[in-house]
C-alpha cells in the first residue's frame, strides 16, 4: 500500500487568555428583623392607602360629591351614633369637618372596641342601623378582614371603628384638630 502524503497545515499558537473575572460573592441572606406592632399597622395601613390609589387612578373614579341637606346629614349622623351605641362602642367622637377648606367629608365618626368581633359588630351594625332609618347604603367600606380599622365611607360622612390601640397610633382626632369636635358619652 502506497502512503498518502499529508499535508501539514499550520498551527496557531495560543494566546494567553485574559483572566476570567472572579465569581461574585454569593448573594449575602438579609435577615429581617420582626416588626414591632405599630410598625405592622403602619405598613398594613400604607398598603390599604395604595391599593385604594391603585383602583381610583386606574379606573380614573373620583369620589362623588355628596349634597345632602341639613336634616338627610343630621339624620345620618344619628343613625351612625345610634348603630354604635347599639353594640356598645367605646369613646365615640364627631368631627365636624365642614368649616375645613380642603377636607375630605363634612363628618367623621369615631369610635373604639376592645376586639377584633367587636370592631366587626359595631361597623356591621352601624350599616344596618343605617339603612333602617335612612335608606342609604354605603358608598364604600373596607377593613372587615383585618377588623383592626374598619371604614365606612357615606361620602360627607365617614365612620371610623377602631381597635383601641389602633385608634390611639393613628390619631386621627390629633389630624383634625381644627374641626370641632364632640364627645358623645356612653
Not at 384638630?177 to 358623645?184: R, V, Y
Request: charged share 30%; aromatic share 4%; hydrophobic share 35%.
Amino acid at each position: 500500500m502506497a502512503k498518502i502524503p499529508v499535508k501539514k497545515t499550520a498551527t496557531k499558537k495560543a494566546t494567553p487568555t485574559k483572566k476570567s473575572a472572579p465569581k461574585k460573592a454569593a448573594a449575602k441572606k438579609v435577615v429581617k428583623k420582626p416588626l414591632t406592632e405599630k410598625e405592622e399597622l403602619q405598613k398594613e395601613a400604607n398598603r390599604i392607602a395604595n391599593t385604594e390609589n391603585k383602583k381610583k387612578v386606574s379606573s380614573g373614579a373620583k369620589r362623588p360629591k355628596k349634597t345632602a341637606t341639613k336634616a338627610q346629614t343630621t339624620s345620618l349622623l344619628d343613625a351612625i351614633v345610634e348603630g354604635m351605641q347599639e353594640k356598645k362602642a367605646k369613646n365615640i367622637t364627631i368631627i365636624n369637618l365642614i368649616g375645613l377648606e380642603h377636607r375630605v367629608a363634612d363628618y367623621f365618626v369615631i369610635c373604639d372596641a376592645d376586639s377584633t368581633t367587636h370592631v366587626n359588630a359595631i361597623a356591621d351594625t352601624l350599616e344596618e342601623s343605617v339603612i333602617k332609618k335612612t335608606g342609604e347604603k354605603p358608598y364604600h367600606s373596607e377593613g372587615h378582614q383585618n377588623a383592626e380599622w374598619i371604614l365606612v365611607d357615606y361620602v360627607n360622612i365617614v365612620a371610623h371603628v377602631f381597635m383601641r390601640e389602633t385608634r390611639e397610633f393613628y390619631n386621627i382626632e390629633g389630624l383634625w384638630a381644627d374641626g370641632e369636635i364632640t364627645t358623645i358619652a356612653d
